[in-house]
């Protein structure tokens, strides 16, 4: 049985990830691993109209909230709009506007911002944002985005062809918002501050505990659980230097729980250095149902009197292909089990339920994530 390219360019990059990964763990920097408790981004959000598109706006018969928007604009620069007047716009577009406002952000600070079509707009390429302000999740507004669009798309339709490349339903303005408002971000209390693992291992968060000891002395750092480390740290004015110290500590991480990771929309499999698994046999086969129906006219004799009648003949088929019992052995590296899954011959798809099948009967040994 021979394996299909697909799931030999698979196992391939994860043979070779194994390679990469076989080596002792090295030491890396808590910047890397661990983040300060209070350092942390927002997201703001906010809702604007685009203008200068070259008649490829929003359908306003379609998007009656467009108009709504620019009639409130219009109101407010002084320009009434006589009722009953119905505007058939083409270069106007309602989008909706996204940014990410960093850590110690201060006024006048320039963040780039998301610009994406929330109507039928065809393409936003070329552009403008209007002033839009961009608020928090408490209604306050942080930043106000304004400018021209970059968009990394093109296309043309005409007599009703088309030819796109990439999206052009959104886009990006680098520095685009001007940020209005700060947001604080108190780094611990008086003498303490907390250290967080992107991933909760105790192991590393005792490697970590104990790193900042030796760096800063004894009794500095107490790992509290699995995630958070706690930090006796120095007064506010000499926290900066204290913080640029910590993050720069070097920490050998722990190695990481076996785990198997399928997507099971894709049919990608991606398991790391950890995973083993214990001598078995998998039977699997491929079956497949197949219909095939053809019209059948049934026409009268001569003078008969009778009706032609058209009816429908379908054949069935059913195929299984494979499913004879192949031995998977046992390995003690991940290349042992690329070689052993290789030898099943198995495409994508199929991996993902014998990996199911495997974690059931108590032959692979790590966790199971479908993603």
């Known amino acids: 049985m021979h394996t299909s390219r697909t799931l030999r360019s698979i196992l391939g990059l994860v043979a070779l990830c194994a390679a990469a990964l076989g080596v002792p763990a090295h030491a890396e920097r808590l910047k890397e691993l661990a983040s300060i408790q209070g350092v942390r981004d927002n997201q703001l959000i906010g809702y604007g109209l685009m203008v200068g598109l070259d008649g490829t706006g929003d359908q306003t018969t379609q998007?009656?909230?467009?108009?709504?928007?620019?009639?409130?604009m219009l109101q407010q620069l002084g320009i009434t709009i006589p009722q009953g007047v119905n505007m058939q716009l083409k270069n106007v577009a309602a989008v909706m506007v996204t940014a990410t406002l960093p850590a110690f952000a201060r006024p006048g600070q320039a963040i780039d911002v998301t610009v994406s079509s929330m109507g039928n707009a065809k393409s936003l390429r070329g552009g403008t944002l209007l002033l839009t302000p961009l608020k928090g999740v408490d209604g306050q507004t942080y930043a106000l985005a304004q400018g021209n669009m970059v968009v990394g798309g093109a296309?043309?339709?005409?007599?009703?062809?088309?030819?796109?490349?990439?999206?052009?339903g959104s886009g990006r303005i680098p520095a685009g918002g001007l940020v209005e408002r700060a947001v604080e971000a108190p780094l611990g209390g008086d003498s303490t501050l907390s250290v967080e693992l992107n991933r909760s291992d105790f192991g590393t968060?005792?490697?970590?505990?104990?790193?900042?000891?030796?760096?800063?002395?004894a009794g500095t750092a107490d790992a509290q659980d699995a995630r958070v480390i706690v930090v006796?740290?120095?007064?506010?004015?000499?926290?900066?230097?204290?913080?640029?110290?910590?993050?720069?500590?070097?920490?050998?991480?722990?190695?990481?729980?076996?785990?198997?990771?399928?997507?099971?929309?894709?049919?990608?499999?991606v398991m790391n250095q950890n995973v083993r698994v214990q001598d078995c046999a998998v039977a699997h086969g491929n079956l497949s149902?197949?219909?095939?129906?053809?019209?059948?006219?049934?026409?009268?004799?001569?003078?008969s009197g009778g009706q032609t009648?058209?009816?429908q003949t379908s054949q069935i088929s059913v195929n299984q292909g494979g499913g004879a019992?192949?031995?998977?052995?046992?390995?003690?590296?991940?290349?042992?089990?690329v070689k052993g899954l290789n030898s099943l011959g198995a495409n994508p798809q199929d991996l993902v339920s014998i990996l199911q099948a495997m974690?059931?009967?108590?032959?692979?040994r790590a966790e199971l994530e479908i993603i």
């Not at 506010?236 to 399928?262: K, N």
């Not at 031995?327 to 089990?337: E, R, Y």
């Open 205 to 217: 968060a005792k490697a970590a505990a104990d790193a900042i000891n030796r760096e800063f002395g």
């Open 325 to 337: 019992l192949q031995m998977v052995k046992g390995g003690a590296s991940l290349a042992d089990v």
């Open 309 to 311: 009648v058209a009816a």
């Open 63 to 72: 998007t009656p909230f467009t108009v709504q928007s620019l009639n409130n």
């Open 289 to 303: 149902v197949v219909i095939n129906t053809e019209p059948v006219v049934s026409q009268p004799g001569a003078f």
């Open 359 to 364: 974690k059931s009967a108590g032959a692979l």
């Open 232 to 269: 006796r740290a120095p007064m506010p004015e000499a926290r900066v230097g204290f913080l640029a110290r910590l993050e720069a500590i070097d920490v050998t991480p722990s190695q990481a729980t076996a785990r198997v990771v399928v997507n099971a929309r894709t049919g990608s499999v």
């Open 155 to 168: 296309g043309a339709s005409a007599n009703g062809s088309k030819v796109q490349i990439n999206q052009l």
